[in-house]
């Protein structure tokens, strides 16, 4: 207390107890000084140093970011928010202790004068800075705090007491750890020639020509990998592949699904409200009493309307509906309509790109865009000329944008379709930066906007139609003594959903698409849980859920059969490039005669605007390998065959444009520094983090 007497005896003003809840919500209690009363093993849900975290310990930590969440928000948090605060209390206790170790092994301190000269002097606190704001200057205001100690707090709650005194014991710890941080940056310092090298890096461009054999040119039944192979690959790259503790499970679902009474009940209950939103003179208070969603009331353009009203003659006080979709019956009901809102229209496309940017390519484009355009005109079908040459992700939808607001395209493709008067083919090609496109406006430009009111109810099952669905699940837990006993049970009943997971962590809320399945994950981490176990059954949302155990990894490195089907992808491909590379080394001739003699397999591309920094060449990938032998190599040279990610490839520079920078080169030093200094004071962290052998146990508790 010696410093918040010290404070309070240098202080002299005023601000609300609000001010509080943001203070206490942004600094949390990251080095209290609370005594441990250690019980037993059972109590414990961790080690961190050396020390270990009681259940009473942690949850107190949690109590404080469960009240600052509250706080901050004006409601307690979710299950779902509670998991990600309980990752944060426990990250927390990580920078507590495990920093707090460290920052002491090194003399690092913070003097009384420090913390004095944080609440009230020349270097404030910026959440100080921030909060005591003097309501007519708007500035940061000293006698604001003076007067909140010396004045207000000893009159406010005893829960806005503890806020300030939580934050105030936090200032010195936290200014320990910007002090270490401070000394992690300043370790970092570049030179101007690291400065002049990342400017040519990131700025020096090539074009290259390469012929490319990719490895799935070899079939993969044609390599046989060995254990031995694989054992050997592992052991070389180990490091690669680190992991953590984790399990494996196989697991069957059984779902709850209304019955037909259930759905016959609900849709007579759905009729009635039908008949009855329909005369329903306040519709708010009608969605609000009937829906399981509230009114919103937004209004909306054709283009954001729900996908079963796009395209409708919409008329205001009619009912669309019911609807059902996704487990739902859904009514709607048109409560206004107006007109000169936002804009929207509906279009469909085709596009054809350049090759890149050359004036040759780009002519190519354009000339294979009219072509198809004029067969159109001819009476070509237009979504199927789009699904046959369309060069991005609306061909498999005929060219279909669906409808669009007004700002949401580029200018020129937008200027074309919100000017066209009509639906139909417009005349002439649209050329933006992606390419030339092909334009059939579906739906013209329409200003129209409606509000509607939209009642959502959930087809839900009855309790009997539960048991029933339990009863089965129940059945399944109680024959199957094994892992095998369950797969015997998938195959002999088809009607079960089957699902594997693997690598699923000790903090994982969810397995695969079963959300919240947190009990699920504990029953898998359970000391008591073997190899080969059954589970009883877990209810999951609207299923029901019995799981074995198939297997369990440690924390350290990967074990071959843990990994099998990516080493084996990784030592193939190093078999494949071997062969590749014996028929390409030595080879002569143009890039396309090398191609030629190795098979149609073979691709000769050029790529531009190839950059060290990028390591992406178009066409392959990203591909650093690749990508540093090309600025390896002089104007006209080849380079030797090239093991890439993906493929073998032989390089030819065909030129390289250099950017000689000559200015000041004090803001690339910044950037770089900047962006290390990062990367250095995250790897501290993470090797302290490392060298405090953590042990997490909350699995037994969460």
Same mark, same amino acid.
């Given at each position: 207390?010696?410093?918040?007497?010290?404070?309070?005896?240098?202080?002299?003003?005023?601000?609300?107890?609000?001010?509080?809840?943001?203070?206490?919500?942004?600094?949390?209690?990251?080095?209290?000084?609370?005594?441990?009363?250690?019980?037993?093993?059972?109590?414990?849900?961790?080690?961190?140093?050396?020390?270990?975290?009681?259940?009473?310990?942690?949850?107190?930590?949690?109590?404080?970011?469960?009240?600052?969440?509250?706080?901050?928000?004006?409601?307690?948090?979710?299950?779902?928010?509670?998991?990600?605060?309980?990752?944060?209390?426990?990250?927390?206790?990580?920078?507590?202790?495990?920093?707090?170790?460290?920052?002491?092994?090194?003399?690092?301190?913070?003097?009384?004068?420090?913390?004095?000269?944080?609440?009230?002097?020349?270097?404030?606190?910026?959440?100080?800075?921030?909060?005591?704001?003097?309501?007519?200057?708007?500035?940061?205001?000293?006698?604001?705090?003076?007067?909140?100690?010396?004045?207000?707090?000893?009159?406010?709650?005893?829960?806005?007491?503890?806020?300030?005194?939580?934050?105030?014991?936090?200032?010195?710890?936290?200014?320990?750890?910007?002090?270490?941080?401070?000394?992690?940056?300043?370790?970092?310092?570049?030179?101007?020639?690291?400065?002049?090298?990342?400017?040519?890096?990131?700025?020096?461009?090539?074009?290259?020509?390469?012929?490319?054999?990719?490895?799935?040119?070899?079939?993969?039944?044609?390599?046989?990998?060995?254990?031995?192979?694989?054992?050997?690959?592992?052991?070389?790259?180990?490091?690669?592949?680190?992991?953590?503790?984790?399990?494996?499970?196989?697991?069957?679902?059984?779902?709850?699904?209304?019955?037909?009474?259930?759905?016959?009940?609900?849709?007579?209950?759905?009729?009635?409200?039908?008949?009855?939103?329909?005369?329903?003179?306040?519709?708010?208070?009608?969605?609000?009493?009937?829906?399981?969603?509230?009114?919103?009331?937004?209004?909306?353009?054709?283009?954001?309307?729900?996908?079963?009203?796009?395209?409708?003659?919409?008329?205001?006080?009619?009912?669309?509906?019911?609807?059902?979709?996704?487990?739902?019956?859904?009514?709607?009901?048109?409560?206004?309509?107006?007109?000169?809102?936002? /804009?929207?229209? %509906? $279009?469909?496309? &085709?596009?054809?790109?350049?090759? @890149?940017?050359?004036?040759?390519?780009? =002519?190519? +484009? #354009?000339?294979?865009?009219?072509?198809?355009?004029?067969?159109?005109?001819?009476?070509?079908?237009?979504?199927?000329?789009?699904?046959?040459?369309?060069?991005?992700?609306?061909?498999?939808?005929?060219?279909?944008?669906?409808?669009?607001?007004?700002?949401?395209?580029?200018?020129?493709?937008?200027?074309?379709?919100?000017?066209?008067?009509?639906?139909?083919?417009?005349?002439?090609?649209?050329?933006?930066?992606?390419?030339?496109?092909?334009?059939?406006?579906?739906?013209?430009?329409?200003?129209?906007?409606?509000?509607?009111?939209?009642?959502?109810?959930?087809?839900?099952?009855?309790?009997?139609?539960?048991?029933? /669905?339990?009863? %089965? $699940?129940?059945? &399944?837990?109680?024959?199957?003594? @094994?892992?095998?006993?369950?797969?015997? =049970?998938? +195959? #002999?009943?088809?009607?079960?959903?089957?699902?594997?997971?693997?690598?699923?962590?000790?903090?994982?809320?969810?397995?695969?698409?079963?959300?919240?399945?947190?009990?699920?994950?504990?029953?898998?981490?359970?000391?008591?849980?073997?190899?080969?176990?059954?589970?009883?059954?877990?209810?999951?949302?609207?299923?029901?859920?019995?799981?074995?155990?198939?297997?369990?990894?440690?924390?350290?490195?990967?074990?071959?059969?843990?990994?099998?089907?990516?080493?084996?992808?990784?030592?193939?491909?190093?078999?494949?490039?071997?062969?590749?590379?014996?028929?390409?080394?030595?080879?002569?001739?143009?890039?396309?005669?090398? /191609?030629?003699?190795?098979?149609?397999?073979?691709?000769?591309?050029?790529?531009?605007?190839?950059?060290?920094?990028?390591?992406?060449?178009?066409?392959?990938?990203?591909?650093?390998?690749?990508?540093?032998?090309?600025?390896?190599?002089?104007?006209?040279?080849?380079?030797?065959?090239?093991?890439?990610?993906?493929?073998?490839?032989?390089?030819?520079?065909?030129?390289?444009?250099?950017?000689?920078?000559?200015?000041?080169?004090?803001?690339?030093?910044?950037?770089?520094?900047?962006?290390?200094?990062?990367?250095?004071?995250?790897?501290?962290?993470?090797?302290?983090?490392?060298?405090?052998?953590?042990?997490?146990?909350?699995?037994?508790?969460?």
């Amino acid at each position: 207390m010696a410093l918040i007497n010290k404070i309070r005896e240098k202080s002299g003003v005023a601000v609300t107890i609000i001010a509080l809840a943001i203070l206490s919500f942004i600094l949390i209690d990251m080095f209290g000084t609370q005594s441990r009363l250690f019980g037993g093993n059972e109590n414990v849900v961790g080690e961190i140093a050396g020390e270990k975290i009681t259940i009473q310990e942690f949850e107190e930590a949690l109590n404080g970011m469960k009240q600052n969440y509250a706080s901050q928000t004006g409601r307690q948090p979710s299950e779902e928010e509670m998991g990600a605060l309980r990752e944060q209390t426990w990250s927390t206790l990580i920078l507590k202790i495990a920093y707090k170790k460290e920052l002491d092994r090194l003399g690092i301190t913070v003097s009384d004068d420090e913390l004095v000269d944080m609440v009230q002097g020349n270097n404030v606190h910026p959440v100080i800075q921030q909060t005591f704001v003097n309501p007519q200057t708007q500035q940061f205001d000293r006698s604001l705090v003076v007067k909140y100690l010396k004045e207000d707090l000893p009159r406010s709650a005893p829960e806005q007491q503890a806020a300030w005194f939580n934050f105030e014991n936090n200032l010195g710890p936290e200014r320990e750890v910007q002090k270490y941080n401070n000394l992690i940056r300043l370790s970092s310092y570049v030179t101007t020639a690291e400065a002049k090298r990342f400017q040519a890096e990131t700025n020096d461009k090539a074009v290259v020509k390469y012929v490319y054999v990719p490895y799935f040119a070899i079939s993969d039944s044609a390599v046989k990998v060995t254990d031995d192979q694989l054992q050997a690959y592992l052991d070389k790259n180990k490091e690669r592949y680190k992991v953590e503790e984790s399990r494996s499970i196989e697991y069957v679902t059984v779902a709850v699904k209304p019955s037909k009474d259930d759905s016959t009940a609900v849709q007579k209950e759905i009729n009635d409200l039908t008949r009855q939103f329909a005369s329903a003179e306040n519709d708010s208070l009608f969605v609000n009493a009937n829906s399981d969603v509230p009114f919103l009331g937004s209004v909306v353009n054709a283009g954001a309307l729900p996908d079963r009203l796009k395209g409708q003659n919409l008329a205001k006080d009619k009912i669309y509906g019911p609807y059902t979709e996704n487990g739902n019956a859904i009514i709607y009901k048109v409560t206004e309509v107006r007109e000169n809102g936002k /804009a929207a229209a %509906r $279009a469909s496309h &085709i596009l054809i790109k350049p090759e @890149n940017q050359t004036p040759e390519a780009k =002519a190519a +484009a #354009k000339k294979k865009a009219e072509d198809l355009l004029a067969k159109i005109k001819g009476g070509a079908d237009f979504a199927i000329t789009a699904a046959q040459n369309g060069q991005d992700g609306t061909a498999a939808n005929g060219g279909d944008l669906g409808y669009f607001s007004e700002g949401a395209m580029v200018a020129p493709f937008e200027k074309a379709v919100f000017g066209a008067k009509s639906a139909g083919l417009l005349p002439n090609l649209v050329e933006t930066e992606f390419g030339y496109h092909i334009v059939k406006v579906t739906d013209p430009r329409s200003t129209r906007n409606y509000k509607i009111a939209t009642i959502i109810r959930n087809i839900s099952s009855s309790d009997e139609t539960r048991d029933v /669905a339990f009863r %089965r $699940a129940d059945e &399944i837990a109680g024959t199957a003594k @094994n892992l095998e006993d369950l797969r015997a =049970a998938v +195959a #002999k009943d088809k009607s079960l959903v089957k699902g594997e997971a693997k690598s699923v962590r000790a903090t994982d809320r969810s397995v695969n698409n079963l959300m919240n399945a947190r009990e699920l994950v504990r029953w898998a981490f359970s000391k008591q849980t073997e190899k080969g176990d059954v589970s009883p059954v877990f209810e999951v949302g609207d299923q029901y859920v019995v799981a074995a155990l198939v297997d369990k990894r440690e924390k350290g490195y990967a074990k071959v059969n843990d990994i099998r089907e990516e080493l084996t992808a990784a030592v193939r491909n190093e078999e494949k490039a071997k062969r590749i590379m014996s028929k390409l080394n030595g080879a002569s001739g143009t890039l396309e005669q090398i /191609a030629a003699k190795f098979g149609p397999e073979a691709v000769v591309r050029t790529a531009t605007d190839v950059t060290m920094a990028g390591s992406n060449i178009e066409g392959i990938g990203y591909d650093p390998l690749a990508t540093g032998a090309v600025f390896g190599l002089k104007q006209g040279a080849r380079s030797k065959p090239v093991e890439g990610e993906t493929g073998v490839v032989i390089l030819e520079l065909q030129q390289l444009n250099k950017i000689n920078f000559t200015g000041n080169f004090d803001g690339v030093k910044k950037q770089i520094e900047t962006t290390r200094s990062g990367r250095t004071e995250g790897s501290a962290f993470q090797l302290i983090k490392e060298k405090s052998d953590i042990k997490d146990d909350r699995i037994k508790f969460f």
